[in-house]
């Protein structure tokens, strides 16, 4: 992700007048706004829930004058070992984790949670969605209840936490008895 701030050459726009915020008149100045705007960045990411490990971010002079900040995201190291020793059992007890298949995870939480995952049908599809400003790819896990309904989650967002679509699909199920 970048975040640019553009040079303008219209005097009197808008533009213009955002370029003034945006440019200190001093280098001191400069580089105090700009460990502000990183700073900014930092702590809403971090806000987000992501680790410092997790957030490079640095910035750039870009063509025509512009400033941009480059925000790049890492996986976080795995952690060590507390004991040399713990290591080789450490290695035999964890496997090295393959992509996970969200509707087997979703079974699994499903069946922790005391419901039965045949109950449903469950199924994974991938859909790109235009707009006019772009495209983006919609990854959803499709529940079928019966009765003709349906509802369907996000796999990121379900991945992160199984628990909270298990929920979400109880509740629906409580609002189908109750209504």
Not at 105 to 128: K, M, N, Y
């Amino acid at each position: 992700m970048a975040i640019t701030v553009n040079a303008a050459r219209g005097a009197g726009s808008p533009a213009a007048f955002l370029e003034t915020l945006a440019r200190p008149a001093s280098d001191s100045q400069s580089n105090a706004f700009q460990e502000q705007l990183l700073s900014a960045i930092r702590d809403s990411l971090a806000g987000a829930g992501l680790r410092p490990d997790q957030i490079r971010l640095s910035s750039a002079e870009g063509s025509g004058g512009a400033r941009q900040i480059i925000v790049s995201f890492t996986e976080p190291a795995a952690a060590a070992p507390s004991s040399p020793a713990a290591a080789p059992a450490a290695a035999a007890s964890s496997p090295e984790p393959g992509p996970a298949n969200p509707v087997e995870v979703l079974r699994s939480a499903l069946q922790a949670a005391g419901l039965d995952p045949d109950r449903f049908s469950l199924t994974e599809s991938r859909e790109v969605v235009g707009y006019p400003g772009g495209s983006y790819l919609n990854h959803v896990i499709t529940a079928e209840f019966g009765n003709g309904l349906r509802e369907s989650y996000g796999v990121e967002l379900m991945l992160r936490n199984p628990q909270v679509t298990v929920v979400e699909m109880q509740r629906l199920l409580a609002s189908q008895v109750s209504g």
